[in-house]
């Protein structure tokens, strides 16, 4: 470790307070926080609690009032619909101004949750911003997600109003929102007062007058209005993510920590300044979108991308070398899988030739393992580095990686690199004690977490408690497992509950057994991700037929995908399903997941000496091959 980050780090980890207290100092409030950390009830700290500020001031008025008003602060650009736009900071404001309007004419207040179901447009970005400008507390759902996961959403957090757009494109079909959004609210025992959804053009929808309005209606009454004081510890949003359980946890964000660092991030990780140009390639909807699409980069006042395509098929693997070229991005953040989809189309980078990138300086991965493979190809292509950092919805910021901004230290292929400053992770072995260098053990961080991350969660302080900082007490447990090497390079290599990592998207592989489950014909079943090349893992269901049933194989898996799909999502990418005799299970019932990932994805094995009946494994090979699941990882 060199001296500049260590001086930096140690300073974080042994002066908490002076090192965020300076932190603090960059950002605007109404009322400065005296008061800078709260340790009086481990494990829920606050950071700055007496401090006053707005989210949205922080986002666009700052950059006015410094007089940057003209800078752009958004650029849209859609290679599906073929829609670009540009919008300055003053635009923005004025524009965010206005919806922060019509939500309070709909009667929205300080504390209101809006749900906002939205595709990859600048009214997603709007209504975002809107609600912070009111204190309104947003909660953003994927577009991936079904009706039911929506539902349950609206349910959880009680939201008033409900933002929506008429559709949304994938390459190749357009989602209907309006069908989805109507069953959830259908769904959802808790009743929301209003819709306000955005028309699309060329795809307008008719709406209930009593209780839904267009987009256009509410803002052509709407008078702008100005950013409310909050309290630095209410909440700026709740994104609900998965658990160890079908039930999302509702992580919430406070404000005062977020903006302070969220801000410091974007110099200090990514060595990104005031008026610099940065494309998150992610989705609003998840963590990766939140922060990069929209936070960090409008608090540091720089230009963000908004870019509504995929890396392969909008149209050609080129996309993301265009939107880089065309507008001079500086660095880009994405998941591991838009490089793997990229390769695999042009592994010669043949699109790549055709574009101009010489203001291009660094790469971002995280939502999933970086491979090296991956890595290396990205390296030799783009001649800049490339960067894998570890992060999770909880934490909002990465917390493990190269730090440009501070010191460029070198890769180690397969790691994340080093702790961010702020976070003292350590690995603890099953016996509790702290990991030696190189020993594998449960990833932890010691408390308090840094500002930012997840205070609570909604409405759930018990299961906070309970889930994430009970089992290694005055620890955070983030469920992934690793060790730290002799560098104090820390490198992930798995998660510990039930997530599954699909294409950069989390899911509980629990979630996907609750929906099989429900099947009339399904006695059992288990799901696990198994290696798969393009989007790291992908869900396989196991599925054990009660007696009796004499339906046809293929007709209930069938029926089977159709329901997770209908009740999860597409984005569950759950697409094979099997009929097996028995699940391998130990003597006190545990079906034996670990073993059977093992066996599908083609590793050796032991068999378990708590095994009930060692046959079966050869039972699972058996269907594995003759489903051409082994064959095709
Ligand atoms: N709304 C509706 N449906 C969506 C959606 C959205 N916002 N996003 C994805 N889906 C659908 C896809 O259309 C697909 O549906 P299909 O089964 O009908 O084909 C399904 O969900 C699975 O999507 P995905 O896993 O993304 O697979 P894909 O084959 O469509 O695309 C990649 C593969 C690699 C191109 C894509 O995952 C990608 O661009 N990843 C980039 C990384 C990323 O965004 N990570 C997120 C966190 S950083
Ligand atoms: P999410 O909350 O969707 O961001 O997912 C967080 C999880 O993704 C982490 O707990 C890890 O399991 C995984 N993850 C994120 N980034 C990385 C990375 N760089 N390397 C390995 N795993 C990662």
Redesign the pocket.
């Known amino acids: 470790m060199s001296d500049k980050f260590k001086k930096i780090y140690d300073e974080s980890i042994n002066n908490p307070e002076k090192f965020w207290t300076d932190a603090s100092n960059d950002i605007f409030w109404f009322k400065k926080p005296t008061k800078i950390l709260n340790k009086s009830s481990p494990p829920f700290y606050k950071w700055f609690e007496d401090g006053v500020t707005n989210t949205c001031y922080n986002a666009l008025d700052i950059h006015i009032d410094r007089g940057n008003g003209k800078r752009t602060a958004l650029i849209y650009d859609s290679p599906i619909t073929g829609d670009k736009s540009n919008f300055t900071y003053e635009e923005l404001k004025v524009k965010v101004s206005i919806f922060a309007g019509a939500l309070k004419a709909q009667g929205v207040i300080k504390g209101d949750r809006v749900i906002i179901y939205m595709?990859m447009i600048p009214e997603a970005v709007i209504a975002m911003l809107a609600c912070a400008r009111i204190g309104a507390i947003h909660s953003v759902v994927?577009?991936?997600f079904a009706s039911n996961e929506l539902a349950s959403r609206i349910d959880d957090s009680k939201a008033k109003i409900l933002v929506t757009a008429s559709c949304?494109f994938?390459p190749g079909?357009t989602?209907e929102y309006k069908p989805l959004v109507d069953e959830a609210v259908k769904l959802a025992k808790h009743k929301i007062d209003k819709m306000i959804l955005f028309q699309r053009k060329g795809h307008e929808v008719k709406l209930n007058p009593s209780k839904e309005v267009s987009w256009e209606e509410v803002v052509s009454n709407a008078k702008e209005i100005d950013c409310v004081e909050m309290n630095s510890n209410e909440f700026a949003y709740i994104l609900y993510t998965s658990g160890t359980t079908g039930t999302p946890k509702g992580i919430v964000r406070d404000i005062g920590g977020h903006i302070v660092a969220l801000k410091w991030t974007m110099k200090n990780i990514y060595n990104i300044d005031e008026g610099d140009i940065w494309w998150s390639?992610?989705?609003i909807?998840?963590i990766?979108g939140h922060s990069y699409i929209v936070y960090a980069p409008l608090f540091k006042g720089c230009t963000t991308v908004l870019f509504e395509g995929?890396?392969?098929g909008t149209p050609d693997a080129g996309a993301f070398w265009k939107i880089i070229s065309d507008y001079k991005v500086k660095s880009l953040f994405?998941?591991p899988?838009?490089f793997?989809?990229i390769k695999k189309e042009d592994p010669d980078g043949k699109f790549f030739s055709k574009y101009n990138l010489s203001k291009f300086e660094s790469l971002f991965l995280?939502?999933e393992r970086a491979d090296p493979d991956t890595i290396k190809w990205a390296e030799n292509l783009l001649k800049v580095p490339v960067i894998d950092h570890w992060w999770q919805t909880e934490t909002s910021w990465a917390i493990s990686s190269n730090c440009t901004g501070i010191e460029m230290m070198k890769t180690k292929y397969g790691s994340a690199c080093k702790a961010v400053p702020g976070y003292d992770v350590k690995i603890i072995k099953s016996d509790h004690s702290l990991a030696k260098p190189n020993e594998m053990g449960d990833i932890v961080v010691k408390l308090p977490l840094p500002p930012g991350t997840f205070p609570t969660l909604w409405n759930a302080d018990k299961r906070y408690k309970e889930n994430y900082m009970s089992n290694y007490e005055g620890y955070y447990q983030t469920y992934d497992a690793g060790h730290i090497d002799e560098d104090g390079y820390i490198w992930i290599m798995s998660r510990t509950d039930d997530i599954i990592n699909?294409?950069?998207?989390r899911l509980s592989t629990g979630a996907i057994e609750e929906v099989l489950s429900e099947h009339q014909s399904v006695a059992e079943c288990a799901v696990l991700g198994i290696a798969d090349k393009?989007?790291g893992q992908l869900p396989i269901g196991l599925i054990v037929l009660k007696a009796g049933v004499d339906k046809n194989n293929e007709t209930i898996t069938k029926e089977c995908i159709k329901m997770v799909r209908d009740k999860i999502?597409?984005?569950a990418?759950f697409k094979i399903a099997i009929v097996i005799k028995r699940l391998p299970k130990t003597r006190s019932g545990k079906i034996l997941r670990g073993t059977i990932r093992k066996i599908a994805d083609n590793i050796e094995y032991k068999i378990p000496p708590t095994i009930d009946d060692p046959a079966i494994l050869d039972e699972i090979k058996e269907d594995l091959i003759k489903n051409n699941i082994l064959k095709s990882v």
């Open positions: 595709p994927f577009g991936g949304g994938e079909r989602v390639a992610s989705d909807g998840w990766v995929k890396p392969v994405t998941a899988t838009a793997r989809a995280a939502g699909v294409a950069g998207h393009l989007k999502g597409p984005v990418a």
